[in-house]
């Protein structure tokens, strides 16, 4: 099995910043790549930010600038700092990872269990 636990969403003023962190553990042979998405109330989820098993990022336009995709491949980790943090930024955050479990397995998709993000003043 694997899990993946997301932690560091909360309230945050506009202007403000926060930290998530996603750690994936269990049955990992690899892990490719790893992203970040959201879901705001009455919108379908979108991706934020993607990081490639070789560094490479890809960010969603309404994210450039503002926030930076990380990983830690020794720690199974994916990190998001999102900085200048807007009202339209409040959704719920889901880390995804691409996970192969072993030789002879399939790379399968994992999702974690989401971590609401609110800004607000």
């Known amino acids: 099995q694997v899990q993946l636990v997301e932690s560091g969403g909360g309230l945050v003023q506009p202007g403000g910043s926060l930290r998530l962190s996603c750690a994936a553990s269990?049955?990992?042979?690899?892990?490719?790549?790893m992203g970040w998405y959201r879901q705001a109330p009455g919108k379908q989820r979108e991706l934020v930010a993607i990081i490639t098993s070789g560094g490479s990022t890809n960010y969603a336009d309404s994210v450039k600038g503002r926030f930076t995709i990380s990983r830690d491949n020794a720690k199974n980790t994916v990190y998001v700092e999102m900085n200048s943090l807007k009202p339209e930024d409040t959704a719920v955050y889901y880390c995804n990872v691409d996970i192969r479990r072993g030789l002879g397995f399939s790379t399968l998709r994992y999702w974690g269990q989401g971590t609401q993000v609110t800004v607000s003043s």
């Open positions: 269990g049955s990992i042979f690899s892990i490719n790549a």
